[in-house]
Nanobody
């Protein structure tokens, strides 16, 4: 069983930065992809960024150039550095770990961008 725990959310002013962390517990032997998704009130959950086991990354167009995803394979962890935050980035951010045939989600961390 794999559990994911996110941290690092909070309230920040427009133009500010936050760094989200996701730590996985459990034993993982397979190749896996980690990612960040977000869900704003009244909207569907959407992809923010993913990073493969080979560190290939993919970003939503809305965050390209502002957000950076990274991972630490030794710790089974992923990070999301968010810069130049905008009010429209306000959402609950969820960490995701995907194995072949299995997907795990964290409980989410709230990010609020407001003056």
């Amino acid at each position: 069983q794999v559990q994911l725990v996110e941290s690092g959310g909070g309230l920040v002013q427009p133009g500010g930065s936050l760094r989200l962390s996701c730590a996985a517990s459990g034993t993982i032997f397979s190749i896996y992809t980690m990612g960040w998704y977000r869900q704003a009130p009244g909207k569907q959950r959407e992809l923010v960024a993913v990073i493969t086991s080979s560190s290939i990354t993919n970003y939503a167009d809305s965050v390209k150039g502002r957000f950076t995803i990274s991972r630490d394979n030794a710790r089974i962890a992923a990070y999301l550095q968010m810069n130049s935050l905008k009010p429209e980035d306000t959402a609950v951010y969820y960490c995701n770990l995907a194995l072949t045939g299995l997907t795990y989600w964290g409980q989410g961390t709230q990010v609020t961008v407001s003056s």
